[in-house]
Structures are given as C-alpha cells and as structure tokens.
C-alpha cells in the first residue's frame, strides 16, 4: 500500500486573501517504508510573502521570484500522487491551498483518500498540544533540524510521527538520506535500520478498517 506524506508552505494563512504556495513536499512510503520517489519543488506564488509566513519559513520573495509557477509542475505534482493516501498534519489547511491552486487554472480538486494526522492525533491524545513539535516530543522523534518550516523535513518529521500514531513500531529510518555512501561503496555496512518487518495482509486490513471505521475525519474533498 503506497501512500504520500504531504506538506506546503504557504505565502500566508488564508486563502480568501489570496495567499499562495511557495513550497510542495511529498514523501512516499510503501507498507509504512519510505521509498526513494519523492516530490518537492519551490514556487513563485505571483504576490509577496506575508510577514508573519517569512519568519515560518524564511522564503524571501527574492528568493522565490525565478522559481516555477504552480501551472507548470502541476501536470507532474497530480501525476505522483494519482492514486494514493495523503497523510497531512491539518489536511484542512494544506487542502485549501492547494485545490485553490487548482481552482486558479481550471483544474478539479484533489479527491484522493486523505488520512490527517491532526484530527488523528487528537482523537489519541484529546487536550494535548498535537503540533508536530509535540508530537516530536512526545514520540522521541529528532527534530533539531526544524529551525524553519520546510516541506521535506516536516514530510520527514511527519512520516515518523504517523507510523507511531497508528501504533506501528517506527524504524529507525533517516528519511532523506537513504543515499549515505551505499552507492559509493556497496560493501559498506551502511544500515537504515534494525529490522523491518513488515504488516501482515491481515494487519493490514485491519489497520485499513480502522482507518476507514474509526476516525470522525477522514476526508476533505
């Protein structure tokens, strides 16, 4: 079972104020595995960064202003995630955004089966902080490298907070390093992890039931 870890950065909050995205970043996990396939792009959103986004994130509209329009990574960006389960940390947000990018060139909204981790995590933990940091927190995940929001590294972060949300024992993986010298040296003992084992086809039936049976929001079409 494929599914993509999803995140944006955006110029600001609302999308009624015509707030725009500046970064896309997808992981792609296969049985909870992250695969090599991954997608990310920087993108000029056509108006400035709001004040309060640039300290998020730290996008300059110098920076963001040679960097492609969403209309032409679109073809590329719907193509990856045909078919899959988004995992998002508050869908509602990201959703928004990025159907508006759709909407603006004429193009239908994301109908993919969504899991988001925000409503998730506060099912599991209800009067808790569940921002990912406290997730982070929480689950003994490494998150040093968050000195900024950024989409891959939060698509990182994400993906190890989701494999322990649904209970699943999280390997000890370095998601955006999986490259660490193997190709140089394919006798070094370069390990990603311990062991990985992998779900059952009943495991996961049940884990998919669960998902579908089990939580009050699921789907943001």
Do not use: W
């Not at 909050?13 to 725009?20: A, C, L, T």
């Not at 209309?71 to 159907?99: M, Q, T, Y």
């Amino acid at each position: 079972m494929k599914e993509i870890v999803l995140d944006t950065e955006t110029t600001g909050i609302s999308v009624k104020e015509g707030h725009r995205i500046v970064e896309i970043g997808c992981i792609e996990l296969e049985n909870l595995i992250p695969t090599k396939n991954k997608f990310h792009c920087y993108l000029n959103p056509e108006r400035k960064v709001s004040e309060k986004a640039l300290e998020i994130h730290g996008y300059t509209d110098e920076f963001l202003i040679d960097k492609k329009k969403f209309n032409e990574v679109v073809e590329d960006f719907l193509s990856f995630i045909s078919g899959k389960r988004l995992i998002i940390h508050n869908a509602e947000f990201d959703l928004a955004h990025l159907n508006n990018e759709l909407r603006l060139i004429g193009k239908d909204k994301i109908n993919n089966e969504i899991i988001d981790t925000l409503s998730l995590s506060r099912e599991k933990f209800p009067g808790s902080s569940v921002s990912l940091d406290s997730l982070c927190k929480r689950y003994g995940i490494d998150n040093s490298r968050r000195k900024q929001h950024t989409a891959l590294i939060d698509c990182d972060l994400l993906a190890r907070v989701y494999i322990n949300l649904i209970d699943q024992k999280e390997p000890t993986l370095n998601f955006l390093e999986e490259n660490i010298k193997d190709s140089a040296n394919n006798t070094a003992n370069v390990s990603y992890y311990k062991k990985i084992v992998l779900p059952t086809k009943e495991e996961i039936e049940k884990h998919e039931n669960y998902l579908k049976n089990s939580l009050k929001k699921n789907y943001f079409n």
